[in-house]
């Protein structure tokens, strides 16, 4: 048993804060605790068996002897492996534990990443001493003083590792011995912002509207009784100028800040612009780092060293001993909830609740904010601050402030398909493409799906090819000639027959981005296009050349998906082009609507933001609702009332609140059954305490039915405190459950 971190790790505020997240997300303390810990400490165990004693076969069952057999010819193994090899239940080795015929031991793996350390040598004596004995050191012992030498004409220390490929070990051990050069090691930092070179960026002239915001943070920022801020911005209004001069407010008066966005591509801009205002003051911590920069960022924070963090979700547990604001930026995005593990929490919830523990400011910026944000501030929960206005730039053309930069045009597809245009691009769209090229400018064109198709089917039968774990449609990627599943990454060689029927026609069906790519060379051949999704950009470097390619004009057009509307700032953008506008649109979710208007307001929000008016095409086969007729408009309050006016009838958030519960399991009947029984003890339950409030949603399929080859079933939970209905129910193990979940598909 070793120690993993030297330090205490987690403060009373943390330790309070994991409390709130399990009580609320009704998650395991440990877990809730675990995600403040240092990044990549986790240790795993593996248990090992071995023979110990004889046993009379004649009690053993013939499983229980075919492990003796087994181990008796192996000798000491992991159970992992014994009970693969013989495909036995855990019941049998935990049985002969218990007779005293085998010993189960456990051995730590060690972390995935620890500090990285480096060797250095140094003189140990003053120069003029060891120039008065030089001379007498060069006539015995050559090599060792030139060794000297060279470190006495270094300024800095030297590393061990190159002074031992010029000279060798012997020589600087014997140095050593005698007393001449010390060994020192120092702790390396694994520093993803090192070579970046960030050049000093000063605050600048603030419309009104921005010093009126200004002014309301500064003040509760001053006041002791800091509040929520709620910034509703429309886009290319300066909601990070607001964030950046609120931070230098905060840091002037001995305060830090987490500052987060909501993805990863767009860390490297924020990054960037927070650099340049804030230089070395910055610390990173997102997935896209390795485990042994996260590590190191997360102990820089930890010592005080960055006044500002900078990430995605996980970011707001970094360990700032001084919080005095933190910004989520793009606050109504769904990444900002956590789903795949536990605890199952929403990070704009944690930053409140972090917030209160620490007399912080929180500021949640957006151009489109989550209804139930907008409803808080409605109510007097947040205070909600206004940029209604973008800012027109460059300053030589007066600076100051206009009411629109671009114009939504609803392309009808339905009309286009009439008149006998079967391509994916509507006529204005093409004329519009071919005027922004001809013009010098750029265009980018959102499609929130990937690949090159969005299903393989065979036109003989129709078999469509599914993913054998998720019963999904395989997405074809014409770059690789594979068959791929986004939920699982599964992956099949393209198919050259029906795997059915036999037959050789197979049909790549809908649309994707690979394929988008493909047409726009068709029909403008020369033309320069970068595609940016989850499959072309895979790492934060991949990310940054993209955006630095596209921000300096390497290419005309970019394709991408959904990780491209979220506050990317290209100047030179004046056409956006929404090629399917109804992906998502009618999925059987009560937010699909609230984000197909916020994807596609993001999305118009890319073109005109300086000085030229942006264009903005939205092909359709649903021109007239509401979120797309919202959209084109860029009017977030009509879409709000709309949308508040369904949700106060259906009881749904701000209304009411929910609780999704789902249970996984290989077997489908075995699952449809356990959660047929939950839901019955459920209604008993509720009759018996009279909690008639809380509907009980279910028991059904979730969406996708079967996912990594396990079929899931939900139970849904809708009122104003369905929680208390939970309280008085036994929740069997193997339940997950999600409280207040961003889907209930």
Same mark, same amino acid.
């Given at each position: ?6 330090? *205490? ?37 593996? /248990? ?51 007779? =005293? ?14 500090? %990285? ?31 000297? &030498? ?37 702790? +390396? ?21 921005? %010093? ?62 927070? !650099? %340049? ?42 360990? &700032? ?37 620490? =007399? ?11 209804? *139930? ?5 409605? $109510? !007097?929960? #947040? ?46 769209? +093409? ?82 981005? &690979?394929? /988008? +790519?493909?047409?726009?060379? =068709?029909?403008?051949?020369?033309? $320069?296009?970068?595609?940016?999704? $989850? ?24 394709? =991408? ?47 005109? $933001? ?52 789902? #249970? ?16 019955? @003890? ?12 809380? @509907? ?42 999600? +409280? ?6």
């Amino acid at each position: 048993i070793g120690i993993v971190y030297p330090e *205490v790790i987690l403060t009373p505020t943390q330790l309070a804060l994991a409390e709130w997240i399990s009580g609320y997300y009704m998650a395991p303390l440990f877990e809730s605790s675990f995600v403040m810990m240092p990044p990549g400490l986790t240790l795993t165990p593996r /248990v090992f068996v071995s023979l110990i004693a004889l046993y009379p076969r004649v009690d053993l069952t013939d499983s229980q002897v075919e492990i003796i057999d087994y181990l008796a010819s192996n000798g000491r193994v992991e159970r992992s492996v014994l009970e693969k090899s013989l495909g036995t239940h855990k019941s049998s080795v935990d049985t002969l534990r218990d007779l =005293g015929v085998i010993k189960t031991e456990w051995v730590w793996n060690k972390p995935k990443t620890s500090p %990285r350390y480096a060797w250095y040598l140094e003189l140990s004596l003053p120069r003029h001493e060891l120039d008065i004995i030089l001379p007498s050191i060069s006539n015995k012992t050559p090599r060792q003083a030139e060794l000297l &030498q060279k470190l006495l004409h270094s300024d800095l220390q030297t590393s061990y590792s190159s002074i031992v490929k010029e000279f060798d070990r012997a020589i600087v051990k014997k140095l050593e011995a005698k007393g001449l050069i010390n060994l020192i090691k120092y702790r +390396v930092d694994r520093d993803p912002l090192a070579g970046r070179e960030f050049l000093q960026d000063e605050s600048h002239d603030l419309t009104s509207d921005q %010093r009126k915001a200004i002014a309301e943070i500064q003040r509760s920022l001053d006041s002791g009784s800091p509040k929520v801020f709620l910034l509703n911005g429309v886009s290319g209004s300066g909601k990070t100028e607001v964030y950046m001069q609120s931070i230098a407010h905060a840091i002037a008066n001995g305060k830090q800040a987490i500052m987060m966005v909501p993805e990863l591509s767009l860390a490297p801009q924020t990054v960037d612009r927070f !650099g %340049r205002r804030f230089p070395g003051q910055v610390a990173i911590l997102h997935s896209g780092l390795t485990d042994g920069e996260r590590l190191d960022q997360w102990d820089r924070t930890n010592k005080g060293e960055s006044n500002i963090v900078i990430g995605s979700r996980g970011a707001i547990f970094a360990p &700032q001993k001084n919080l005095g604001i933190i910004v989520l930026d793009e606050e109504h995005e769904w990444t900002y909830k956590q789903q795949d593990a536990l605890p199952l929490y929403h990070a704009r919830e944690v930053a409140i609740k972090l917030a209160a523990l620490t =007399g912080s400011v929180v500021i949640l910026g957006s151009a489109t904010p989550d209804v *139930v944000s907008t409803s808080r501030a409605e $109510r !007097g929960v #947040y205070k909600k601050l206004s940029l209604p206005s973008r800012i027109k730039r460059p300053a030589s053309l007066g600076g100051g402030t206009s009411d629109q930069n671009q114009q939504g045009q609803i392309v009808d597809l339905r009309d286009e398909l009439g008149s006998g245009n079967r391509g994916l691009f509507s006529r204005l769209l +093409v004329r519009s493409i071919k005027g922004a090229l001809d013009a010098g400018k750029q265009i980018m064109l959102y499609l929130n799906r990937r690949g090159s198709g969005s299903l393989v089917q065979c036109r003989d039968c129709g078999h469509t090819l599914l993913c054998r774990r998720c019963d999904l449609p395989l997405t074809y990627h014409s770059e690789t000639e594979r068959l791929l599943c986004h939920q699982c990454n599964y992956r099949l060689l393209n198919p050259r027959q029906c795997p059915e029927c036999f037959g050789p026609n197979i049909r790549y069906m809908g649309l994707g981005t &690979q394929r /988008v +790519v493909d047409e726009v060379f =068709g029909m403008f051949p020369g033309v $320069r296009i970068l595609r940016w999704d $989850r499959d072309s950009s895979t790492s934060q470097k991949s990310h940054q050349d993209t955006m630095d390619s596209f921000q300096h004009g390497e290419a005309d057009i970019l394709v =991408g998906t959904q990780m491209i509307a979220k506050g990317l700032h290209f100047p030179n953008v004046t056409l956006v082009g929404i090629l399917c506008a109804d992906i998502g649109l009618f999925s059987p979710d009560y937010r699909s609507g609230e984000r197909a208007f916020q994807l596609i307001y993001q999305m118009a929000g890319r073109s005109g $933001r300086e000085s030229d008016i942006g264009e903005v095409v939205i092909q359709t086969y649903s021109p007239s609702h509401y979120a797309i007729v919202s959209a084109a408009k860029g009017d977030y309050l009509e879409f709000y009332d709309r949308e508040i006016f369904y949700r106060r009838q259906h009881r749904l958030p701000p209304f009411g609140k929910l609780i999704r519960l789902s #249970y996984a399991h290989t077997n489908n009947d075995r699952c449809s059954k356990i959660a047929a029984s939950l839901v019955s @003890d459920m209604k008993k339950q509720r009759d018996i305490w009279g909690f008639n409030e809380v @509907d009980i949603l279910g028991a059904a399929p979730a969406y996708p039915p079967r996912l990594r080859g396990r079929y899931i079933w939900q139970v849904i939970l809708r009122g104003q405190d369905p929680r208390s209905l939970l309280d008085k129910v036994n929740i069997p193990s193997g339940w997950v459950l999600d +409280v207040d979940p961003i889907s209930i598909a």
